[in-house]
């Protein structure tokens, strides 16, 4: 129940990239596994601004999911997009919980070059948001 009032949510905030609404979606204490970042960006707040930062970096125009599994508790969405003309695949490994909030995220994205742009950028974003 909650995965699919989730992955609703989920795709709503994607498509549209509205940040306004992120605090209602996110629960208070959310994780976020970076792809660049051993340790995981833990609470609301912070998980917010990773999403932020990732709407205007990787869910920019050029970004579509491309395969979507889920279960009552788990979702994978395979994603391709494109940076400055680099290739960029990835997955987004969600959990929400019974209300249908963003509990945990993973992202894991390739090849190589693609995690070095997306670090670089997300980095930039990032430090302008501070």
């Given at each position: ?91 987004d490994m969600?959990?929400?919980t019974d ?32």
């Open positions: 129940m909650g995965t699919t009032k989730g992955l609703a949510n989920w795709h709503k905030f994607v498509e549209t990239r509205n940040t306004s609404s992120l605090g209602e979606f996110i629960d208070d204490n959310a994780v976020l596994y970076s792809p660049v970042v051993w340790t995981p960006v833990e609470g609301k707040f912070m998980v917010t601004m990773y999403l932020m930062a990732a709407a205007k970096i990787i869910a920019n125009d050029n970004f579509k999911y491309v395969r979507e599994v889920a279960d009552d508790e788990n979702a994978v969405l395979e994603f391709e997009t494109e940076i400055d003309g680099i290739t960029v695949e990835g997955v969600v959990k929400f209300e249908g909030k963003l509990k945990e995220i993973k992202v894991m994205i390739r090849p190589l070059k693609a995690v070095h742009i997306v670090h670089q950028k997300m980095g930039e974003y990032l430090e302008k948001m501070k």
